[in-house]
């Protein structure tokens, strides 16, 4: 069993890399492969509450975030450089904040770290 972490930085609907991340997070877990996910830079509005994609003609995937402890993804970091212009309580996800240190060592903790 391998230990991926998911770098998530692209905006949810500006192309369709934001859910096929959460895709493959969630096909990786079903594999029983150990995945945490980490939000930073435009990945952070992924995590937004509120979200109207319906006015860009696109398909509100914000709500499988709430099924991610289904497939087993517990592991839930934000980078705390990304949220400097959100407050947390517009999120509806509620990760765990972590500077570049912990992130260095959140990698290197990992077998396998992908940047989508």
Do not use: W
């Not at 991926?4 to 905006?11: K, S």
């Not at 949810?12 to 493959?24: H, T, V, W």
């Not at 952070?44 to 099924?67: H, N, R, T, W």
């Not at 949220?83 to 517009?90: A, G």
């Amino acid at each position: 069993m391998k230990r991926f972490l998911l770098i998530m930085q692209q905006n949810p609907y500006a192309n369709s890399l934001a859910l096929e991340g959460l895709e493959f997070a969630m096909a990786l877990s079903s594999f029983n492969q150990t995945v945490t996910l980490l939000f930073k830079g435009d990945g952070v509005l992924q995590l937004l509450a509120k979200q109207d994609p319906e006015k860009m003609v696109c398909k509100d995937f914000s709500k499988i975030y709430s099924g991610l402890s289904v497939f087993g993804i517990e592991d839930v970091y934000i980078d705390q450089n990304s949220m400097r212009n959100y407050d947390p309580n517009d999120l509806f996800l509620v990760p765990k904040i972590v500077d570049e240190h912990q992130i260095v060592n959140l990698i290197k903790d990992h077998d396998i770290v992908l940047t989508l």
